[in-house]
């Protein structure tokens, strides 16, 4: 059973509009979340995180929300850009599990100009 | 060169052959990982190896072998492998393990078919 999920496998958005990608999770002990990015034929690169004391954070276009009782967060991508086209992937941890982090199975974002 | 850099980039091996992979990294980071990307699926973990020692091994067949020898030097060890571990294999670093804050620096993979 998968402890983060990613149930939008695929998202298109018009260039300038809002993007937004959704993770669940199902652990309560996850408080450290990140999102990274991936372009094919590329590995994944780190875009943000969020750590539980907080249900924001922000990092210019990039803004990711944690709704620690609905298990779930968010990233928003504003305006978006065509090279935001990308497999975007959620993570969490636990504080008592280090760095291991389980990832979502990614959402397919394409930014049409 | 920075960063993590894994070679080769594409692998084809059959059934029988012996092959590895090679992950290395400049960044002065004392994690390294094993991660395993099988289509959509989500990236599963294979190993971590922390100051050169491995901590975890995900119940990963034996066919899997992993070595670091040293802290900026992964490897992975592939024999007998069977067609359902073709997949993208990407090393990762980090400054150390067990700890939380940042994440990962990713190679860019190794996409292996296994014929």
Not at chain 1, 45 to 71: M, P, Q, W
Not at chain 1, 78 to 104: H, I, R
Not at chain 2, 26 to 51: R, T
Not at chain 2, 104 to 114: D, E, H
Request: hydrophobic fraction near 30%; glycine fraction near 8%; charge should be neutral.
């Amino acid at each position: 059973d998968q402890q983060v999920k990613q149930n939008s496998p695929s998202l298109s958005v018009q260039e300038g509009r809002i993007s937004i990608l959704n993770c669940d999770y199902t652990n309560s002990m996850f408080d450290y979340f990140l999102w990274y990015k991936k372009y094919p034929a590329e590995g994944p690169t780190f875009l943000i995180s969020i750590s539980s004391i907080k249900d924001k954070n922000e990092d210019g276009r990039f803004t990711v929300f944690l709704n620690k009782s609905a298990k779930h967060l968010s990233l928003h991508i504003v305006p978006s850009q065509p090279g935001d086209s990308a497999v975007y992937f959620c993570a969490a941890s636990a504080s008592n599990y280090g760095q291991n982090f389980v990832f979502g199975p990614g959402t397919r974002l394409s930014v049409l100009p | 060169e920075t960063g993590v850099t894994q070679t080769p980039r594409h692998l084809v091996m059959g059934m029988t052959n012996k092959k590895s992979l090679k992950c290395e990294q400049h960044l002065g980071h004392n994690a390294m990982y094993w991660y395993k990307q099988s289509a959509k699926k989500p990236l599963e973990l294979m190993f971590v190896y922390s100051l050169e020692e491995r901590v975890e091994n995900n119940s990963v067949p034996s066919r899997f072998s992993p070595e670091c020898p040293n802290s900026s030097h992964l490897f992975l060890h592939l024999h007998t492998l069977q067609p359902e571990d073709s997949a993208l294999y990407l090393c990762a670093s980090s400054q150390d393990w067990g700890k939380q804050g940042g994440g990962y620096t990713f190679g860019s993979g190794t996409r292996l078919t296994v014929v």
